[in-house]
């Protein structure tokens, strides 16, 4: 089957990876790469890239005849940090996005979406150790809210309308070629940029808090594998949890320290230490390893000399 391929939000921590990844295996020219705001050169180079804005309709699916494309990846968000500071913006963004696509998908001119939800979807009486695939999801924030509505709408199209929308929870997510992004756990991509930079960093959650993490390409790599996965494989049609490795930043900061000497970290927790406290600390994805074979590959001490040796070209 021809494949075609379109990403929304393709300059996010996610999207940029996903293109580079999802263009070596299907070929540049089969991957379109749009977002909200212009090319700064990094995914322009190698294939189509298009300005696109995931609250307009009419533009997607103008999008979506032109190339011909079966398959997209919406990405397009407005995290949990920021989300706080614009709740209608970043609900309206959230939800309504989704719903071009979904709609699009349902009109039969694609076959195939992924949407990203996230830990956020869980709250602060969800059980925080091992949380299981089906718990209590009382999330208190405005992107956790959006993402278990959007969890509920991808499972309503699925049985409604036969929509094929495969899902998977993403932990905080950590890459070398993206700066933070406006999420909470952003201060792990964050604290290797200070580390290589100034020596020293003021964290803004408190140094016990921790939180389920994933290198990016163990995210891409799943993100891929359950695009991959027949049909008949994907038991869960709102949101697969995806489980990664937990620490804390006073624990990341001690694998700094193994590679940066003299690097010191202090804490000064902000608003982001309640929507932190909300989430889980570890996640069980058995599901995920049993319906499509998911399995983490990258720990802490790996990520961190991952990070910081490839950040040296960037500071």
């Known amino acids: 089957m021809k494949k075609r391929i379109l990403i929304i939000g393709a300059s996010g921590q996610i999207g940029t990876d996903l293109t580079i990844q999802l263009r070596a295996k299907f070929g540049n020219h089969k991957v379109i790469a749009t977002d909200i705001r212009d090319d700064d050169g990094t995914l322009g180079k190698d294939g189509p890239f298009e300005v696109l804005d995931a609250m307009d309709y009419k533009a997607i699916e103008d999008v979506v005849i032109r190339y011909e494309i079966t398959d997209v990846y919406l990405l397009a968000a407005m995290l949990s940090a920021t989300a706080e500071k614009f709740p209608m913006r970043a609900w309206n963004l959230n939800m309504n996005s989704l719903f071009n696509v979904l709609n699009l998908a349902k009109e039969k001119k694609i076959k195939k979406v992924f949407w990203p939800s996230s830990i956020a979807v869980f709250g602060p009486t969800t059980p925080s150790t091992n949380t299981p695939q089906k718990t209590v ?5 405005v992107y956790g809210i959006s993402k278990q509505a959007g969890e509920r709408w991808c499972e309503y199209y699925f049985n409604k309308y ?8 993403y932990p905080g997510l950590i890459s070398y070629k993206t700066l933070p992004g406006g999420g909470t756990t952003d201060y792990a991509v964050d604290i290797y940029h200070k580390a290589l930079k100034h020596g020293k960093y003021i964290c803004f959650l408190s140094e016990k808090t921790t939180l389920p993490m994933m290198y990016i390409d163990d ?3 799943a993100t891929l594998s359950i695009m991959e996965a027949p049909k008949e494989s994907i038991k869960v049609r709102s949101s697969y949890n995806l489980a990664g490795i937990s620490f804390s930043p006073e ?3 001690e694998s700094v320290k193994k590679q940066v000497l003299n ?3 202090s804490y000064a927790p902000d608003f982001r230490q309640e929507i932190a406290d909300s989430w889980p600390q570890s996640i069980d994805d058995s599901d995920a390893q049993k319906d499509w074979g998911w399995k983490n590959n990258t720990t802490l001490e790996g990520m961190t000399l991952i990070m910081l040796e490839n950040l040296k070209e960037y500071i």
């Not at 999801?137 to 924030?141: D, I």
């Not at 036969?162 to 929870?169: K, L, N, T």
């Open 137 to 141: 999801m009382e999330p208190s924030t």
């Open 162 to 169: 036969g929509v094929d929308v495969r899902s998977i929870r």
């Open 219 to 221: 995210a891409i790599r």
């Open 251 to 253: 624990e990341i900061a």
């Open 263 to 265: 690097f010191e970290i």
